[in-house]
């Protein structure tokens, strides 16, 4: 966005363009049906849009917030439609469409029977009653549509003893044993990041999605899938649950540190809550950084090389508290994006700890559009996130912007059911659909 | 007539994964269990994934490594050493349909392997590679560990006490991460080669598989100029009016995951017995009132073990949750792994009889393909196939 911009907030940094589609997607001709709430179901159909899907988001006539707090951007007209200016949302669901529909509603419900026929998935992430509470089981969905794939995405499965509880992604992390694993060597367990486990079971659903439309491909007929979210991120515990069984005790919080490199850390650097992470992984990488010091500050450097605490990979490692003050000292003086630079040149594994802000200034992350600029109808320019690969052969433009709310119900009612305007009405007049955002029914 | 028997999605496809880390070794699990044929290629000596524990008794072996007997369950291991010319050539014999590789890209180019060269000898060729920074830009060259792609991702900076350094998760996380994207990467490029025939490169970068863990605070961040900052247990955030607890909390016997009902908030006034939880300033702004929720849940949490406590919460559908040790998930007290058959035994010639996590997606047509982890070169016995076989295996068996 240009500094100029009305509406700029300063600081805002330009975004990546990426040049324009051409050629066929990965998911050209696949139209997906998005019954998701929270993250990681809007993640995984994210997913999915970007690789070429036509994600058709449904969303309750009263589905999205109203409060005109949080709303991007946070200047006088923020409270025009904030639903629409919500950044959490805007940047879950982007390049879908949006039609709202009462499903409770029986209208509600045939409407989405219609949409069933002419689609290829369904993805929802309910508790697992919800589906059932509208009748809208595989065993119903499957007679309007024999091809289609039925997702779902519980938190801990369709059925077993914890169908029915309740829960979001940290408290996932929690029952998967990855919070109870992640903390400071001293501390208590923590968070694995923020919705950690929801990324990851929408990661998992899209890979799902894409392979099992294969088969479908071969045989024409659809399935379930299922991917509860406590399964998929025990995955990323499993070397843990398979190390008690070999020792008989539990892996230990580790922090930073790792089982024999060091330094292996997060040092302090200059500036408020600047930190640069360097990991040393053998003697090469040790001396390199040395040397790196000694342009800074050659006694410093001989004196640490001097150090017998420090004299072998093994004798770093045992002193490795000794380590992080006495590099911590050093750290602490220096720019960590400049000193980054300055071990990578020399093939020390060493980062700067970005944060989101950095990121979007990230000469690497500009190079490779990481998140681009997509153009929102109500908020302008924003960055538009998108998975970790690049294919070679096959456009992967950046996504459209989130949908403004029921933008798309012409499309969905009119060309792909055929609805004429009396039909449309009568839903209308139900309060089965909207265009604009209805107050919660009481 | 064609074969209409259903069979796992990813059936047919060859897979060689060339792995040292964690990252391509999961791409090639998510493949394995969909049902593609994944081939582990490793050096003479085996792959370093080896030497990565915990080990039986803490005692490093070649065969045991705990990364090694998760990761690879149900792949094939074969020997091959590419520092030869001969090595160079011969994995072609194996006509992968995939090759998936997270080695350096030193490496690779000092090979002679790079993507492009192979795409240029076989253009039907999917060659899936993941590296610290991706294949372009002006960091491509730049080296990283679990820890260093944490941070260069954006993902460490949110991870951890606010006063104090941020922390990475636990394991290998950023490595697991890329290996989904290089799985999900990987399966759209066979979905594409179906249609035209074309292979390609699909260029997966590590640091930014950690950067794809912030989705959800980048237009935040972006649109306020605001990091969003790291705050312990409690959720990364921008303002008080976030809903609270959702947080880590010790109880009578362990810690707790404590979370609000985030539509009925005041129902937590009812499962601490304590009304000033439901006070109305303090349901306005209740990230703002943190601390102070914290002080009011701790009485009755002190005294209260986590079964109950999870119990009465669920009872009111507050969505509380036990924060479980490693062994509790084995231990599996409530029967709720059990009953859905997720935890899978597996008889390892090393390690023995074990307990893995099973399918992280189940389909209703096809099962999760597991298995245990080869022992070094197991399937050397393919060389003799490669060399029986005269068609074009993969022409003839993939769509």
Redesign the interface.
């Known amino acids: 966005m240009s500094p100029e911009g009305s509406k700029t907030?300063?600081?805002?940094?330009p975004?990546a363009s990426v040049a324009p589609p051409g050629g066929?997607?990965?998911?050209a001709g696949i139209r997906v049906i998005d019954l998701t709430v929270a993250?990681a179901g809007p993640?995984a159909t994210q997913?999915l849009a970007g690789?070429g899907a036509d994600v058709i988001r449904v969303e309750t006539p009263w589905g999205r917030p109203r409060v005109p707090?949080?709303v991007?951007?946070?200047l006088d007209s923020a409270a025009d439609e904030a639903w629409n200016r919500y950044?959490?949302f805007?940047?879950?669901h982007l390049g879908k469409r949006s039609v709202a529909l009462n499903l409770v509603e029986p209208m509600g419900r045939s409407t989405l029977l219609d949409l069933v026929r002419v689609s290829d998935v369904l993805v929802e992430n309910f508790s697992p009653r919800v589906m059932g509470n509208f009748d809208l089981e595989?065993e119903q969905l499957q007679a309007h549509n024999p091809g289609l794939l039925f997702v779902s995405m519980p938190a801990?499965?369709k059925?077993?003893?914890?169908r029915d509880?309740?829960?979001?992604g940290?408290?996932?992390?929690?029952?998967?044993?990855?919070?109870?694993?992640?903390?400071?060597h001293d501390?208590?367990?923590?968070?694995?990041?923020?919705?950690?486990c929801d990324?990851?079971a929408g990661?998992?659903?899209?890979?799902?999605v894409?392979?099992?439309?294969?088969?479908r491909?071969?045989?024409g007929?659809g399935?379930?899938?299922?991917?509860?979210m406590l399964?998929?991120e025990?995955?990323?515990?499993?070397?843990?649950?398979?190390?008690?069984?070999?020792?008989g005790h539990?892996?230990t919080?580790?922090?930073?540190g790792?089982?024999s490199?060091a330094p292996?850390?997060?040092?302090?650097a200059r500036g408020g809550?600047a930190?640069?992470?360097?990991?040393c992984?053998d003697d090469a990488d040790w001396a390199a950084l040395l040397a790196v010091m000694a342009q800074d500050d050659d006694a410093r450097s001989a004196s640490i090389d001097g150090d017998r605490r420090y004299a072998t990979a093994l004798r770093r490692w045992k002193h490795r508290a000794e380590l992080r003050e006495s590099l911590g000292a050093w750290t602490s003086t220096q720019n960590p994006e400049a000193l980054a630079a300055r071990l990578?040149q020399r093939?020390?594994?060493?980062?700067?700890?970005?944060?989101?802000?950095?990121?979007?200034r990230d000469?690497?992350?500009l190079?490779?559009a990481?998140?681009p600029a997509v153009e929102h109808p109500q908020?302008g320019p924003?960055?538009a996130?998108r998975?970790?690969?690049?294919?070679?052969?096959?456009p992967s433009p950046p996504p459209g912007a989130a949908p403004l709310f029921a933008a798309d119900n012409d499309y969905v009612f009119r060309s792909l059911l055929g609805y004429d305007q009396e039909r449309i009405d009568t839903l209308l007049e139900a309060g089965v659909t909207s265009y604009e955002l209805l107050e919660r029914p009481r | 007539m064609p074969d209409m028997d259903p069979k796992p999605p990813l059936h047919g496809v060859r897979v060689l994964e060339v792995s040292e880390t964690p990252s391509a070794a999961y791409g090639g699990r998510l493949l394995t269990g969909l049902g593609a044929d994944v081939i582990w290629i490793e050096p003479p000596a085996g792959s370093p994934l080896r030497r990565s524990g915990g080990f039986p008794h803490d005692h490093p072996q070649r065969d045991s490594g705990a990364l090694t007997l998760h990761l690879q369950r149900g792949k094939r291991s074969l020997t091959l050493d590419l520092n030869t010319r001969a090595g160079r050539r011969l994995w072609r014999r194996l006509q992968p349909d995939i090759v998936l590789c997270d080695l350096s890209p030193a490496k690779w180019g000092a090979w002679g392997l790079e993507p492009d060269t192979l795409l240029a000898a076989d253009p039907s060729l999917i060659v899936t590679s993941i590296t610290p920074y991706g294949a372009t830009g002006p960091l491509q060259d730049w080296q990283a560990t679990e820890l260093t792609a944490y941070a260069a991702g954006g993902y460490l900076r949110i991870t951890g006490e606010p006063d104090r350094e941020p922390i990475k998760a636990w394991g290998t996380q950023a490595q697991l991460q890329a290996g989904i994207h290089a799985a999900l990467g990987a399966s759209a490029a066979v979905r594409t080669r179906a249609r035209d025939g074309k292979g390609q490169h699909v260029d997966v970068s590590l640091a930014e598989a950690v950067s794809f863990l912030l989705g959800g605070t980048l237009q935040s961040a972006y649109f306020f100029d605001r990091e969003p900052e790291r705050n312990g247990t409690r959720l990364v955030g921008f303002g008080a009016g976030h809903a609270y607890p959702s947080t880590v909390r010790p109880c009578g016997d362990g810690f707790v995951h404590a979370h609000c009902n985030n539509r009925f908030p005041e129902t937590l006034a009812v499962l601490f017995d304590e009304p000033r939880l439901a006070e109305p300033a303090l349901l306005r702004t209740m990230f703002g009132h943190a601390d102070e929720i914290d002080t009011l849940m701790a009485p009755r949490l002190e005294r209260t073990d986590r079964a109950t406590i999870v119990r009465e919460a669920q009872a009111l559908r507050i969505p509380f949750t036990e924060v479980l040790r490693p062994s509790e998930v084995l231990d599996d007290e409530a029967g709720h792994h059990a009953s859905r058959e997720f935890l899978v035994r597996g008889e390892h010639p090393i390690a023995g009889a074990m307990t893995y996590p099973g399918a992280p997606i189940r389909l209703g047509a096809a099962s999760w393909q597991d298995g245990v982890a080869p022992l070094l070169n197991a399937d050397a016995a393919l060389w003799d196939e490669a060399a029986r076989t005269r068609v074009r295996w993969r022409r003839a068996h993939v769509a």
């Open positions: 907030v300063t600081g805002r940094p975004l066929e997607r990965p998911l993250v993640v997913l690789l707090t949080m991007a951007p946070q950044p959490l805007n940047e879950l595989w801990f499965g059925h077993g003893p914890h509880r309740v829960s979001y940290p408290g996932i992390d929690a029952m998967s044993g990855l919070s109870w694993l992640t903390g400071y501390g208590a367990p923590l968070k694995p990041g923020n919705f950690y990324q990851n990661l998992h659903a899209a890979f799902a894409v392979s099992a439309l294969r088969e491909e071969r045989t007929r399935q379930t899938v299922e991917l509860a399964e998929g025990l995955q990323l515990v499993g070397d843990a649950l398979v190390d008690y069984q070999l020792n539990e892996p919080r580790l922090g930073n790792h089982s490199m292996h850390d997060v040092f302090p809550d930190w640069i992470a360097i990991s992984r990578q093939g020390v594994p060493a980062s700067n700890v970005h944060g989101a802000r950095d990121l979007l000469p690497q992350f190079a490779r990481v998140a908020v924003t960055p996130p998975p970790a690969f690049r294919l070679s052969g096959t």
